[in-house]
Nanobody, 128 residues
Framework: QAQLVESGGGLVQAGGSLRLSCAASGRAFSGYTMGWFRQAPGKEREFVGGFRWDDAYTYYSDSVKGRFGISRDKVNNAVYLQMNSLVPEETAVYYC?????????????????????WGQGTQVTVSS
């Protein structure tokens, strides 16, 4: 059973940056796909980005491409989401997720139903 714990959320002004962390434990993550999602009040969960653990191939949603970056620390089983140039519309709870398989297609990366484990989420609030 994998456990995922997000941290690093908080309040930031528009145009600012935040770095979220996801501590992954409970098993080895070789062969997994990791993802970041977000959910604003009253809205559906939205894909932010994802990557394959083994080769670090990364895929981003169009809305964050060029502003957000995902990285991982294999030694410490940690995943990071660097968010730059944030806008108020990106206020949401941000979730880390893990899937027990490697994905290769956009549709697979971005489908929340394809992920088996989820963290509890961390709140990000962007003020105008």
């Amino acid at each position: 059973q994998a456990q995922l714990v997000e941290s690093g959320g908080g309040l930031v002004q528009a145009g600012g940056s935040l770095r979220l962390s996801c501590a992954a434990s409970g098993r080895a993550f070789s062969g997994y796909t990791m993802g970041w999602f977000r959910q604003a009040p009253g809205k559906e969960r939205e894909f932010v980005g994802g990557f394959r653990w083994d080769d670090a191939y990364t895929y981003y949603s169009d809305s964050v491409k060029g502003r957000f970056g995902i990285s991982r620390d294999k030694v410490n089983n940690a995943v990071y989401l660097q968010m730059n140039s944030l806008v108020p519309e990106e206020t949401a709870v941000y979730y880390c997720a893990a899937a027990q398989r490697e994905y290769y297609f956009r549709s697979a990366f971005s489908n929340a139903g394809n992920y088996d484990y989820w963290g509890q989420g961390t709140q990000v609030t962007v003020s105008s």
